[in-house]
């Protein structure tokens, strides 16, 4: 484990949650005026740079098959984005009142299940029932592609991957397409290919001295923090991202973490749990900060940011004790488990 990637992992976690805590006042009305952090969403490009370099550090140097490949990411994704999707589908159905844009519709429950962009029933875009979901769209085409890949032989499977993903943003704008071809070849994806391009540089006999890569890093979150869109941008939000990510691997390549964090480290390894359940979680302390009748202006509102940033992580953190672990480890018992013996990338 990289620990550096894991800190990256949390405080890209909290970045979507404080996006999203700021973007809505939701059920509190409009008597609360939140500051704009839409630079927040950049914690998407962040996690997408990381999977294309972790997917690359993790099999280059392994006999990785097609298919044990796949079933370790579907055990590491699908269990817990299952048993939420199915909880809010729940409540879609049985108190439909209790959601303000959440409604049953088979074809985008069935494409949710399924990873398969379908568009919502009331927003209008490609967003699941767990709607930040949308993300896990990308990841599992991802490793779908990831996976073909592992047919080839290594030296070929970086230039193959990097093709495909290029070839698909450039028909995408060439061609223009509409529904879910429009999805797929959206420029966004274009950061798992600089996760890659980070992940085979990482791999090679290459070292940057540790200020070097400091520097790097430091780089990367300036020029996101003045120039990041907050919209996926793969010049303004992805490559300060690989910036980011790559610094932060190269300074620990060949010497200690920056630093030493358990809490970043525990919300690093929590960081799915927090990027699921927060969405859950911000309607319901929005309820009780409403019914407990805390204002809404002036100091409050820093504390109102503030106390919902807090629980959506500490909801997070416990979802991934509580649910998220035992999930994965019923996951890897014999009944998900191939007939064949595979080696399973962590």
């Given at each position: 484990?990289?620990?550096?990637?894991?800190?990256?992992?949390g405080?890209?976690?909290?970045?979507?949650?404080?996006?999203?805590?700021?973007?809505?006042?939701?059920?509190?009305?409009?008597?609360?005026?939140?500051?704009?952090?839409?630079?927040?969403?950049?914690?998407?490009?962040?996690?997408?740079?990381?999977?294309?370099?972790?997917?690359w550090?993790?099999?280059?140097?392994?006999?990785?098959?097609?298919?044990?490949?796949?079933?370790?990411?579907?055990?590491?994704?699908?269990?817990?984005?299952?048993?939420?999707?199915l909880?809010?589908?729940?409540?879609?159905?049985?108190?439909?009142?209790l959601?303000?844009?959440?409604?049953?519709?088979?074809?985008?429950?069935?494409?949710?299940?399924?990873?398969?962009?379908?568009?919502?029933?009331?927003?209008?875009?490609?967003?699941?029932?767990?709607?930040?979901?949308w993300t896990?769209?990308?990841?599992?085409?991802?490793?779908?592609?990831?996976?073909?890949?592992?047919?080839?032989?290594?030296?070929?499977?970086?230039?193959?991957?990097?093709?495909?993903?290029?070839?698909?943003?450039?028909?995408?704008?060439?061609?223009?397409?509409?529904?879910?071809?429009?999805?797929?070849?959206?420029?966004?994806?274009?950061?798992?290919?600089?996760?890659?391009?980070?992940?085979?540089?990482?791999?090679?006999?290459?070292?940057?001295?540790?200020?070097?890569?400091?520097?790097?890093?430091?780089?990367?979150?300036?020029?996101?923090?003045?120039f990041?869109?907050?919209?996926?941008?793969?010049?303004?939000?992805?490559?300060?991202?690989?910036?980011?990510?790559?610094?932060?691997?190269?300074?620990?390549?060949?010497?200690?973490?920056?630093?030493r964090?358990?809490?970043?480290l525990?919300?690093?390894?929590a960081?799915?749990?927090?990027?699921?359940?927060?969405?859950?979680?911000?309607?319901?302390?929005?309820?009780?900060?409403?019914?407990?009748?805390?204002?809404?202006?002036?100091?409050?509102?820093?504390?109102?940011?503030?106390?919902?940033?807090?629980?959506?992580?500490?909801?997070?953190?416990?979802?991934?004790?509580?649910?998220?672990?035992?999930?994965l480890?019923?996951?890897?018992?014999?009944?998900?488990?191939?007939?064949?013996?595979?080696?399973?990338?962590d």
């Amino acid at each position: 484990m990289i620990v550096n990637l894991q800190y990256l992992r949390g405080i890209a976690a909290l970045m979507v949650v404080l996006f999203h805590v700021t973007d809505s006042s939701g059920r509190l009305g409009d008597a609360l005026a939140l500051p704009d952090f839409g630079i927040g969403q950049a914690g998407v490009d962040i996690f997408f740079v990381i999977s294309g370099f972790i997917m690359w550090v993790t099999t280059c140097r392994r006999s990785d098959t097609a298919a044990g490949f796949l079933l370790k990411r579907l055990q590491r994704i699908a269990p817990l984005y299952w048993i939420l999707t199915l909880a809010l589908t729940g409540v879609a159905v049985l108190a439909p009142s209790l959601l303000h844009s959440t409604q049953f519709d088979f074809d985008h429950f069935a494409g949710s299940m399924l990873f398969f962009p379908v568009l919502h029933p009331t927003f209008g875009d490609y967003n699941p029932v767990l709607f930040v979901g949308w993300t896990l769209n990308y990841e599992m085409a991802f490793y779908l592609l990831f996976a073909l890949a592992l047919f080839l032989p290594v030296r070929a499977r970086s230039e193959v991957l990097l093709s495909v993903i290029v070839l698909a943003v450039a028909a995408g704008y060439v061609f223009q397409p509409d529904g879910v071809a429009a999805f797929y070849t959206r420029p966004v994806v274009l950061e798992f290919a600089f996760g890659i391009v980070a992940g085979i540089a990482y791999m090679s006999a290459m070292t940057l001295g540790r200020s070097t890569a400091l520097a790097l890093l430091l780089a990367g979150a300036l020029s996101l923090a003045l120039f990041g869109t907050g919209d996926h941008s793969p010049l303004l939000d992805g490559l300060p991202a690989a910036m980011i990510v790559f610094g932060a691997a190269m300074v620990e390549k060949r010497g200690a973490p920056l630093f030493r964090s358990r809490l970043l480290l525990v919300l690093g390894d929590a960081s799915y749990s927090v990027y699921l359940t927060h969405v859950l979680v911000l309607p319901v302390c929005q309820i009780v900060w409403k019914v407990g009748g805390l204002p809404t202006t002036g100091i409050w509102v820093g504390l109102y940011i503030a106390a919902l940033t807090t629980a959506c992580a500490l909801a997070g953190i416990i979802t991934y004790f509580c649910l998220e672990q035992p999930l994965l480890r019923l996951a890897r018992t014999k009944v998900w488990r191939p007939a064949v013996k595979v080696a399973l990338p962590d």
